[in-house]
C-alpha cells in the first residue's frame, strides 16, 4: 500500500488482512479500497502503455515538424547569402570591364 501507516492512523483505517481490503470515513462517507484483480491490472497497464505510446507519437510528429521548420529557414538564410555573393561577383565584373 502506498498510502503508508500515518496515513492509516490519521483515517483510523481497518486493514481485512484476509481479504486486503482497507475501510475508513473520508467526508463522513465510508470509503473501501480493495486491490485491482489481475485482469484489471493488465487492461490498466494496457490502457497506460497506449497513453505513453500516442503521447511520443504526437511528441515525434512534433520535433518533425520544427526539424522541417528549421531546415527551412537554414535553407533560406543560405540562400540568401548565395544571391549577396552572386551579386558581389557580378559588380566585381561589372568593375572589370
Known amino acids: 500500500m502506498l498510502l503508508g ?9 481497518n486493514h481485512d488482512g484476509h ?9 463522513e462517507r ?24 500516442q503521447e511520443n507519437k504526437k511528441l515525434r510528429e512534433k520535433e518533425k515538424k520544427s526539424e522541417k521548420e528549421r531546415e527551412k529557414r537554414e535553407f533560406v538564410s543560405k540562400s540568401e547569402g548565395s544571391k549577396k555573393s552572386l551579386a558581389n561577383k557580378i559588380d566585381t565584373l561589372h568593375a572589370l570591364l
Open 30 to 53: 465510508k470509503v473501501t479500497l480493495v486491490p485491482l484483480s489481475p485482469r484489471e491490472m493488465c487492461e490498466d497497464q494496457n490502457k497506460l502503455r497506449e497513453k505513453r505510446e
Open 5 to 13: 501507516r500515518p496515513w492509516q492512523f490519521d483515517k483510523r483505517a
Open 19 to 27: 481479504s486486503n481490503k482497507y475501510s475508513f470515513v473520508h467526508n
